[in-house]
């Protein structure tokens, strides 16, 4: 089915981008779509450019070339108020998304209503309260970020993100560090959060089988260009090595696992060939 841009909320088209003109590409030719009302990952390996893509959605740092867009919007042409409003509607989760410790849970979910709007108490408290309950935490109100543990605070840090109801909410990690009880808590919270908000969700993610179980669409990374995309189901069925050696999580295929430059045994004494790859490609000027 053709898809129209009402259906897209946020998009990256030939998207080039680095962090200092002249220095290494980080992100080269990238095409995404990012479809309202689904949940889409974003996954590959370490320092591939993920959370970059998250950046350059909340206009932190601007592409290089081609365009972000969120709601139609050009993101690079938006000017201070326009961006403020933009990121108004996005709720950002980070990885260790740190509660301000000084005051409780309640006004931590409490704190971007308080910034954002004019909101009477009575209000403020109904929509905590609301955003509380859906974590489970609607009881842990009054306690103080030190009273409450690692898995917690991230459950926290969640309500926050989405106090204000935003159409777009990004995770950077967010399965990070989690016992595996936790986990499928946060995964389904994810997909549940994203329901009952009408919300469309982009996820940064390295674990496969909870994405999976979460995901409509998927998006590969590797050298700063997509490897491979589809939904869970197609990817699972592929053959391209690349998506074979991620899914499986093996550590050698198109992705080497080690950092390219000298063998080992060079390194121990034990062999100067020289090697194939020379450390010099590599080298940061
Ligand atoms: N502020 C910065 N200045 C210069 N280079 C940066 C900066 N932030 C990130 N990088 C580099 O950009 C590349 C992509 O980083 P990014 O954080 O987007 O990767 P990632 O895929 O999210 O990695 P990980 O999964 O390990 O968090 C990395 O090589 C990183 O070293």
Do not use: W
């Not at 938006?78 to 980070?94: N, S, T, Y």
């Not at 409509?216 to 260009?225: E, L, N, P, S």
């Not at 490897?227 to 090595?241: K, Y």
């Amino acid at each position: 089915m053709e898809s129209t841009s009402a259906d897209i909320i946020a998009s990256l088209n030939q998207v080039e981008f680095s962090y200092a003109p002249g220095e290494r590409k980080i992100l080269s030719g990238l095409e995404m779509e990012f479809r309202r009302g689904k949940v889409t990952a974003v996954m590959g390996g370490s320092g591939c450019g993920k959370t970059t893509i998250l950046r350059l959605l909340g206009g932190q740092v601007l592409a290089t070339s081609g365009q972000v867009k969120f709601e139609d919007q050009d993101i690079s042409r938006l000017d201070h108020e326009g961006l403020i409003a933009a990121r108004r509607k996005m709720g950002m989760l980070f990885q260790f998304g740190a509660l301000f410790t000084d005051i409780s849970v309640f006004e931590n979910v409490a704190f971007p209503l308080r910034e954002h709007t004019n909101l009477d108490e009575e209000m403020i408290r109904d929509l905590v309260m609301m955003k509380l309950n859906a974590v489970g935490l609607r009881n842990a109100r009054d306690l103080m970020p030190s009273q409450i543990s690692g898995g917690m605070a991230r459950r926290v840090a969640f309500a926050r993100a989405v106090a204000l109801d935003p159409p777009l909410i990004m995770y950077d990690e967010p399965f990070a560090g989690l016992d595996p009880i936790a986990l499928g808590v946060t995964a389904h919270l994810i997909k549940d959060m994203n329901s009952a908000l009408g919300a469309t969700s982009i996820l940064v993610t390295h674990d496969v089988p909870e994405t999976f179980g979460i995901a409509d669409y998927v998006y590969f990374i590797a050298d700063g260009k997509i490897a491979a995309q589809g939904t869970p189901e197609t990817l699972r069925a592929s053959t391209d090595p690349f998506v074979q050696q991620f899914i499986h999580a093996q550590p050698d295929g198109p992705v080497p696992f080690h950092y390219p430059g000298i063998e080992i045994g060079q390194d121990f004494g034990l062999d100067s060939q020289p090697i194939s790859q020379p450390i010099q490609q590599n080298k940061v000027s």
